[in-house]
């Protein structure tokens, strides 16, 4: 596609229940990373694919989190059992190769809500 | 990320005037990167440096690069409304994690 694209652009879930988060990136970009942006604040790295390989899983902030890229092009970012501080936007990003020496190019995101 | 601070937090300024951003790294810098987010959006690439002292420039924004200080301004010239945003620097480690600030909120009164 044109550009990475994320659905749903906007999540209203119930404390508990489990979301599923999509990111479709630009065609053939190798590099796929996801971040959590609180309001005011700026994104947080959650983790980083590499093709279908997460190199990096070191900003989940719980077990609750999961991200897959099973075919090295379409990434889901998983929530299990969503609580209230999980409501953030989140952001999916993609670059052509690993040094992104072209920069990240942005999703307009998911915008979460936990009530 | 605790390792790039951004300075200020927030910025109101009026239309026509100068500002600078900074960006403070506590660690070494292989790359820095200026993104620009509207409100409610996703991020949009300004510009990267990779060199101490390089500068580029972009319309009216200027990026420069301080490797030893381990730092890095944003300039905007002659300000104009379009300009207003919030502005992330960000920079990747040697395994390729990329991190961002806190961020500049900036609004440009007309």
């Known amino acids: 596609g044109a550009g990475v694209s994320q659905s749903p652009r906007y999540k209203v879930a119930k404390r508990g229940q489990d979301v599923a988060l999509r990111c479709d990136p630009i065609?053939?970009?190798?590099?796929l990373f996801w971040y959590q942006q609180a309001l005011g604040q700026g994104p947080e790295f959650l983790t980083y694919f590499q093709n279908e390989a997460q190199l990096d899983k070191s900003g989940l902030p719980s077990d609750r989190f999961f991200a897959e890229r099973p075919e090295g092009s379409v990434s889901t970012l998983k929530i299990q059992r969503t609580q209230q501080e999980d409501s953030a936007v989140y952001l999916c990003?993609?670059?052509?190769?690993?040094?992104?020496?072209?920069?990240?190019?942005f999703g307009s995101g998911t915008q979460l809500s936990v009530l | 990320s605790q390792e790039l601070e951004q300075s200020p937090q927030s910025l109101i300024v009026q239309e026509g005037k100068n500002l600078t951003i900074n960006c403070t790294s506590s660690k070494t810098l292989y790359g820095l990167y200026w993104y620009k987010q509207k409100y409610g959006e996703g991020l949009i690439f300004l510009m990267m440096?990779?060199?101490?002292?390089e500068e580029k420039s972009h319309e009216k924004i200027t990026a420069k690069l301080d490797e030893k200080k381990q730092q890095s301004s944003l300039h905007i010239t002659a300000s104009q409304p379009s300009h207003a945003g919030i502005y992330l620097c960000?920079?990747?480690?040697?395994?390729?994690?990329?991190?961002f600030g806190s961020g500049t909120k900036l609004n440009v009164k007309p």
């Open positions: 065609s053939g970009h190798v590099s």
């Open positions: 440096l990779q060199k101490g002292g």
């Open positions: 990003a993609s670059s052509l190769e690993p040094r992104q020496t072209r920069g990240l190019f």
């Open positions: 960000g920079k990747r480690d040697n395994f390729n994690k990329f991190y």
